[in-house]
């Protein structure tokens, strides 16, 4: 994965983890969820505010994970995020899980805005075009 997107760190902690000391197959989602909502603060959506002001959330309606290596406790992860394409009211996004130069999993998802009832919405035109700015660029941040 190339350098450019939005970068999020976060440790592994105990409750992260089986009697093993590994990270759960599960948590995995939450880290890279973790890292999506930091990039969307980043881009200015504050998700609370934003539902409030909008009655707009985002709901994920796919996720590939290929899991590479085992993160383990205390591990210090990078959660690469970057938007692949960005459509009327979806976005398609890879996210890149490290743990220093190993890849411990990547995850591709479909990520769908939608309205107060889960149906699909269009994504309002400054979001949109913020994350297509980004996308072009190369850099999601």
Known sequence: ???????FAIRVYYEDTDAGG???????????????????????????QWREETGLGFAVTRC????????RLDDVLDVATRVLEV?????????????????????RLVVACV???????RL?????AAMAA????GVND
């Open 1 to 7: 994965m190339p350098e450019a997107g939005h970068r």
């Open 64 to 71: 590939e994970i290929d899991f590479r290596r085992s993160a």
């Open 22 to 48: 590994i990270v759960y197959h599960s948590n995995y989602l939450k880290f890279a969820e973790r890292a999506r909502t930091e990039w969307l603060r980043d881009l200015g959506v504050q998700q609370r």
């Open 124 to 128: 309002p035109k400054n979001l949109r």
């Open 134 to 137: 980004a996308t072009a660029r």
């Open 87 to 107: 459509g009327g009211a979806s976005l398609v996004a890879e996210q890149v899980i490290r743990r220093e130069a190993d890849e411990v999993a990547r995850l």
């Open 115 to 121: 309205d107060g009832h889960g149906r699909p919405a």
